[in-house]
């Protein structure tokens, strides 16, 4: 096997995870563009997060706020020691192990969390409504021994369990079993010999939402859970003590594991967090949590500015936005209802969290934003040279994280080339840096010798007063080889009718090329999207017929 990265001495017993790393020539190119970025070869994010803000002084302070509980710094390193008393003595676990973590966003997930690195382990986060064979998939992947899951979420897992036979221990906790978590803890003390982890030993196994098919295994160090506390929140973001984060995404996607979770705790201020944080529930969490941060989704977003009075959003300082790009109508509508610029923050699965994006008072509507401090990122031609400004290309970007997929060679050489971790996204810059976004690579349509941005039909379409929502993809078709197709959620869906459909046609016509209009439109009652609430375009592509 063709050598490695040159990598510091493991401190897991068990070695399925660095085995398992792509090879050297398959790394992405690794680089450290802040002092910040630089950490000493013994590194446990765990400890680093939780036992040191303790001991800097902040137990006392706020640190996860759910319902009507609140939990301190110190209360969450109690609670975590305890977890990895209970992983160790009484499960077997031994550093490098993987541990599945299944729940909603509520305080055990992140106790469980902060147990399993502080012991050594590989957290294997999944999100709630994941069922049996999507778990069972995850469990035989990552050959996961050990599940700690919240009693309610029982069912699919002890299926995925039973066709799944790698996985010998499922620990429930949010209940009162007599071997559930909480009584199991209880018997433990409130301290814990932390591993002393390598910063570059495996720290967690982070599955993609599925936007493109199955979903894959991308593998993070120690260091890299560190490297994006010390990038976009400090550079971008810029966060104070005393701001309360909140927002939708779950903890077991990687937007949500740093809005929610790292970031805030990196800068000693708190988290909110919420089981149920949909659209329509979460101007209320603002409201009464008194919440300043505030991570979603664009489609949130949207939704909030038409069916929330701006009063509700008094005590925000900032919103970030990611997930799927930020359509400029969406920017603006949100900017008008509350006054606060939105962040338009570009990551992936593959990275760990935001690489591009730009501070509020830098951003442009529409753009997404600059690469940040501490990372690189330029437009890519077909022959792999970097593009001329202006032109369209593949997306291209490198820095203290990058993509390293879970034993898939595959994979792993179509995303990294050259050293460049290539998103899948096709952009464009501008001269002075900010890149545009044109879709996904995937989802450029040529029709009739064109090339055809479906987002940016699709934020035309937003602006006319009947859509709600809308996607857009390439349809085959029999003279043009494809067209560009729309599928459509109006308002109200008693318009759908052929007149609808060529008013909309007419609007595109007249607001952006006219070769750019949806040849064909489909109302639909809903997207099919994941559960982080990317629309999953593969799927409309698949049955799409003009």
Not at 22 to 28: E, F, K, M, S
Not at 393 to 408: I, Q
Not at 427 to 443: I, K, L, S, V
Not at 499 to 516: G, M, N, S
Request: with cysteine; glycine share 8%; aromatic share 8%.
């Amino acid at each position: 096997m063709t050598d490695r990265p040159a990598l510091s001495p493991s401190a897991h017993i068990d070695g399925f995870a660095r085995a398992r790393l792509p090879d050297a020539a398959d790394w992405p190119e690794m680089f450290f563009a802040l002092p910040e970025l630089y950490y000493p070869p013994r590194l446990n994010a765990g400890v680093e997060l939780l036992d040191a803000a303790v001991a800097k002084g902040w137990g006392g302070r706020p640190c996860i706020r759910f319902g009507k509980d609140v939990w301190t710094y110190a209360d969450l390193l109690d609670r975590a020691n305890r977890i990895a008393c209970v992983l160790v003595e009484d499960f077997g676990l031994v550093p490098g192990n993987r541990v599945l973590l299944r729940a909603a966003n509520n305080p055990m997930m992140v106790a469980c969390w902060f147990a399993v690195l502080k012991a050594g382990g590989i957290a294997v986060a999944t999100m709630p409504l994941l069922r049996a064979k999507e778990l069972g998939y995850i469990l035989t992947k990552a050959q996961v021994t050990l599940a700690l899951c919240d009693v309610r979420l029982a069912e699919e897992m002890e299926k995925a369990k039973s066709d799944a036979t790698v996985c010998r221990d499922i620990a429930y906790f949010n209940g009162d079993a007599s071997d559930g978590i909480e009584k199991r803890m209880a018997a433990k003390p409130a301290l814990f010999d932390n591993c002393p982890t390598a910063a570059d030993d495996v720290a967690l196994i982070a599955f993609t939402s599925g936007t493109t098919g199955p979903a894959k295994g991308t593998m993070h160090f120690h260091r890299d859970v560190m490297a994006i506390c010390d990038a976009f929140p400090r550079y971008v973001l810029k966060p104070q003590s005393d701001d309360i984060f909140t927002g939708s995404p779950p903890l077991a996607f990687t937007f949500g594991l740093g809005g929610l979770v790292t970031f805030p705790m990196r800068f000693g201020a708190s988290t909110l967090l919420a089981e149920r944080a949909t659209p329509d529930a979460l101007p209320q969490i603002i409201a009464d949590g008194r919440a300043t941060v505030v991570f979603t989704a664009p489609t949130a977003y949207r939704a909030m500015t038409e069916n929330a009075p701006a009063a509700a959003f008094a005590s925000l300082r900032k919103g970030v936005s990611a997930g799927e790009h930020l359509p400029k109508p969406v920017f603006e509508g949100w900017e008008r209802h509350t006054g606060i610029r939105l962040i338009d923050g570009l990551g992936a699965t593959e990275m760990l969290h935001i690489f591009v994006a730009a501070a509020p008072e830098d951003m442009i509507a529409g753009a997404t934003g600059r690469a940040i401090p501490g990372y690189a990122a330029c437009i890519l031609d077909e022959a792999g040279k970097p593009a001329p400004v202006g032109e369209i290309g593949r997306l291209a970007v490198r820095g203290p994280t990058g993509c390293r997929y879970l034993d898939d060679v595959e994979r792993q050489r179509k995303y990294v080339q050259n050293g460049w971790n290539l998103t899948g996204d096709a952009y464009r810059m501008d001269a002075q840096g900010y890149f545009w976004y044109q879709a996904r690579t995937d989802d450029m349509i040529v029709t009739a010798g064109y090339n055809v941005s479906g987002p940016e039909v699709e934020s035309v379409l937003l602006d006319h007063p009947k859509v709600r929502e809308c996607a857009v993809v390439g349809a085959p078709d029999a003279d043009r080889g494809t067209i560009v197709k729309a599928f459509v959620v109006l308002r109200d869906m008693r318009h759908a009718a052929p007149e609808t459909a060529k008013e909309l046609q007419d609007f595109v016509k007249a607001t952006i090329a006219p070769y750019k209009y949806p040849r064909a439109i489909e109302f639909v009652p809903s997207l099919p999207r994941t559960e982080t609430g990317k629309v999953q375009r593969f799927r409309l592509r698949e049955p799409a017929k003009p």
